[in-house]
């Protein structure tokens, strides 16, 4: 992109045309990574085209980007795409909620997320981790992602809520597991709210056993208030006429906390641990860091800085599976992007899976190379050419705590064990909206060392 601003026209940006009615909007919900590198590779830093939903906009530049995230967040919203798939089980939580409401929670919610608490939460996760190791046996094959997917909901039930939820984490997790996957639908996504579609009636299933767990979590922690958890701090908020918050609006913060909470962790080391079952050079620097640093004993918060490599490795799949593949907004009021106008009412797209794979920023973008991660190329990158936990003001709540809990639970395991990928499994098919998640399973053979 040249350095010089684009003179402002009234003209869009080249595109796809799509389809008569249905514009591009079924070519993306069918494949949409493929649609997203190929559009941005044909046409460029900004791409637009029409949905029946409105005019969208797809940005391909870091510096667009930062625009729209960063320098310019107070003109963006969520917008109504993005509610419409979260809202029916989130409500109004942070990932959602706008304005003064999302400004208020968020603050009540910080806290949890300090550096100090992050610190009391390390033992926490490897010790959840130990526990579930305890199942394992050698030669086993494992559903790895439900493993994972299990153990992260633990721990972030353990640490933001002070609860161990052993008596719900099958309900909990295959009613958040069950939401997911309804959002995929593609009736969901295209049909209007208001058409009782098969997958709008799972997710009203999914929500009340959301519900038949949480609001009883409300009630003890009313009862039994503790000085640091979340759900206490939200239950002594009064607004400026002394109204407390509904326990509807606290139990919009827990589905949303627990949501995001495990999903995205567990995805990451999902994929990390497909990428290093089919590196083997990868895997054996990681195991040999660890065996010369922890000595086979457990990772803590104070191992982390001599833990390199992990850390590499972490970001390296982060940056080849984002477990956010993209972000939307909507324009609160015109903007100028590149040169071009943009109106309230159309969407603003956002692709880390696009970003993250520009061979512009990243020399090889498709291979698996942890030791890219240095200090030197991580100051010569574009701000934006590397946004796993969004940017701005909006930045996940959560981004130490996820960094944290995956360098650490990535490092008992491995500690531990080998990852063998079953024959039949090294493509991984990856469904997207609000996360990338595999289609099918990912059964791996876990052998001790």
């Known amino acids: 992109m040249s350095s010089e601003t684009p003179a402002v026209t009234d003209d869009h940006p080249p595109g796809p045309n799509g389809l008569p009615l249905v514009g591009n909007q079924l070519a993306f919900l069918r494949d949409p990574y493929g649609f997203m590198t190929e559009t941005a590779r044909e046409y460029g830093d900004i791409a637009y085209w ?109 640490a933001l809520f002070g609860v161990d939820i052993d008596d719900h984490v099958d309900t909990v997790g295959a009613a958040l597991e069950e939401f997911m996957l309804a959002t995929e639908s593609l009736s969901h996504l295209v049909l209007p709210p208001q058409v009782p579609t098969p997958s709008r009636r799972r997710i009203q299933r999914a929500r009340a056993e959301l519900d038949g767990v949480i609001y009883p979590l409300i009630e003890e922690r009313r009862a039994n208030p503790t000085e640091q958890d979340v759900i206490s701090k939200l239950l002594e908020v009064t607004d400026e006429e002394g109204n407390t918050l509904s326990d509807e609006g606290i139990r919009d913060e827990v589905v949303t906390l627990l949501l995001a909470g495990h999903e995205t962790t567990a995805l990451s080391l999902t994929f990390t641990a497909h990428l290093l079952a089919q590196n083997p050079a990868v895997e054996q620097q990681l195991v040999d860091e660890l065996e010369a640093e922890l000595g086979g004993e457990t990772p803590t918060m104070a191992d982390l800085s001599d833990l390199t490599y992990t850390e590499q490795v972490v970001k390296e799949s982060m940056r080849l599976y984002p477990p956010v593949p993209g972000i939307v907004r909507e324009p609160a009021k015109p903007d100028i992007i590149g040169g071009y106008e943009v109106q309230p009412g159309a969407t603003i797209r956002m692709h880390q899976w696009v970003v993250h794979r520009d061979p512009r920023w990243y020399d090889d973008p498709l291979a698996f190379r942890p030791e890219r991660w240095t200090d030197e190329m991580e100051s010569d990158l574009p701000k934006l050419a590397y946004f796993p936990f969004a940017a701005g003001p909006r930045r996940c709540i959560g981004d130490r705590f996820a960094m944290l809990e995956a360098q650490l639970i990535l490092a008992t395991i491995y500690r531990d064990y080998h990852l063998e990928l079953v024959p039949g499994t090294e493509t991984l098919d990856l469904m997207a909206t609000i996360t990338a998640r595999p289609k099918d399973e990912i059964p791996m053979t876990v052998h001790e060392r």
Not at 65 to 89: D, S, T
Not at 122 to 150: I, K, S, V
């Open 50 to 158: 029409e949905d029946p939903t409105g005019p969208v906009y797809q940005l391909n530049h870091p510096d667009y980007i930062e625009q729209v995230l960063v320098q310019n967040n107070q003109n963006y919203i969520k917008g109504a795409r993005f509610q419409h798939v979260l809202k029916p089980v989130t409500g109004d939580g942070i990932l959602n909620s706008e304005g003064a409401v999302w400004r208020r929670n968020r603050h009540l919610i910080q806290p949890a997320f300090a550096p100090d608490r992050i610190e009391e939460y390390a033992e926490m996760m490897t010790a959840f981790t130990e526990n579930a190791l305890e199942e394992w046996a050698d030669g086993q094959t494992r559903l790895f992602h439900e493993d994972m997917m299990e153990v992260t909901l633990r721990i972030v039930a353990r």
